[in-house]
């Protein structure tokens, strides 16, 4: 908070600066309170997709510890939380600029007000959803909280072209990502058994 109150008064409103834009005083503002909204985006995709990413494994771990029992409730080894925080940190790494030009310049035209709102919605959705339990994608909370922005605008201000495409790829993830756990279920039940 201090820091907030602190950056927040080296903002001087400059009336050259609204001549062409009359928030442009307004914005800076704004750019100052999304560096607190992007670390709560920052937090709820930790708590969230690290969380969805490791599942699987703490349960995989869980029914070979217990030699084949399944439990309700399996322990959450460190070591598995640090693998999936080194996964999410990789592909951030990797493919991360690319999902980050998508949702930040591709959708629809981002201000740091308007920012500031997809970003607060997103982040406040996400952390709920953790602490309720429900597995939701962070990157498609964003993408359905920078369309909100967008759509507040009216649809004119959205490139349907990359929303279409969006879409397109959240529809073929389910059954291609059904198709590979079949597969990969056969056939290491194939090698194993």
């Known amino acids: 908070m201090f820091l907030g109150v602190a950056m927040l008064k080296k903002i001087h409103a400059r009336k050259e600066d609204d001549k062409d834009y009359h928030f ?9 309170l999304m560096m607190f909204t992007a670390c709560a ?6 708590s969230n997709d690290v969380a969805n990413a490791v599942g699987p494994l703490a349960a995989v771990v869980g029914v070979v510890a217990s030699a084949g029992e399944v439990a309700q409730k399996t322990a959450m080894p460190v070591w598995i939380l640090l693998l999936g925080g080194g996964g999410i940190v990789a592909g951030l790494v990797m493919y991360g600029h690319k999902v980050i030009a998508t949702v930040g310049n591709n959708i629809t035209e981002l201000t740091p007000s308007r920012g500031f ?7 406040t959705t996400v952390v709920f959803a953790s602490g309720t339990g429900l597995p939701i994608s962070t990157t498609h909370t964003l993408v359905g909280a920078v369309l909100g922005v967008g759509i ?13 495409t969006i879409f397109v790829s959240w529809v073929v993830t389910l059954p291609a990502g059904a198709g590979l756990a079949i597969m990969f279920f056969f056939m290491f039940k194939g090698m194993f058994s």
């Not at 985006?41 to 930790?46: I, K, L, N, S, V």
């Not at 507040?152 to 990359?162: F, P």
């Open 24 to 32: 442009a005083s307004v914005e800076k503002v704004f750019g100052v």
């Open 152 to 164: 507040a605008r009216g649809l004119s201000a959205l490139n349907l072209r990359v929303i279409g």
């Open 41 to 46: 985006m920052a937090f709820a995709h930790g």
């Open 117 to 123: 709102a997809a970003t607060l919605a997103a982040a």
